[in-house]
């Protein structure tokens, strides 16, 4: 099974400049998932990400991954569009080589554990067949909430006035 871009973004919540998936090109129910991320120059972290050599920060390249796996819980999730999930481990992070522009990210991520509030998969990602970054990853699936006011204030009721001319 794959997906193009319009089906992702039915899954994930995450939308420009902070999706990570281009594509899905293989995926099986509660086991693995392979995604596609083009990595172009016009990719807003490459401006101070650094400037005269751009490398994509490894924490962007293991939030692709995350992305990957959060497909695969959020498949299997008949209310989705209720339900966030969201990061709450990274281990054993090893970044090999250098993820630059023009570069085609394929990011694999294989299910550990799968439960229907939590999860932990192995991500690689891998650029031209050689390994790029490596992580194991833990989530969890939380209810979406609205988003709240500052401390959870109602918003203040202002007057209206009517100013007239004189």
């Not at 899954?11 to 999706?19: A, D, E, M, S, V």
């Not at 008949?78 to 990061?87: A, C, G, I, S």
């Not at 050689?130 to 833990?138: D, F, P, R, S, V």
């Amino acid at each position: 099974m794959t997906f193009d871009i319009q089906e992702i973004l039915d899954f994930l919540p995450h939308r420009y400049p902070f999706l990570l998936i281009d594509r899905i090109i293989e995926f099986e129910r509660t086991k693995r998932l392979v995604a596609i991320k083009n990595v172009t120059m016009n990719e807003p972290f490459f401006q101070g990400h650094f400037p005269g050599y751009p490398i994509m920060p490894g924490v962007l390249v293991v939030e692709a991954m995350a992305q990957a796996g959060g497909i695969i819980m959020m498949h299997e999730l008949p209310d989705r569009h209720e339900k966030l999930v969201v990061f709450t481990g990274i281990e054993r992070a090893k970044f090999r080589r250098p993820v630059t522009p023009g570069d085609q990210l394929r990011i694999e991520v294989e299910v550990l554990s799968f439960r229907t509030r939590a999860g932990r998969i192995l991500g690689r990602a891998m650029v031209d067949g050689k390994l790029a970054c490596e992580a194991t990853l833990t989530c969890q699936v939380v209810t979406r909430a609205r988003e709240r006011k500052a401390h959870g204030d109602e918003p203040a009721v202002v007057p209206i006035t009517t100013v007239t001319a004189e």
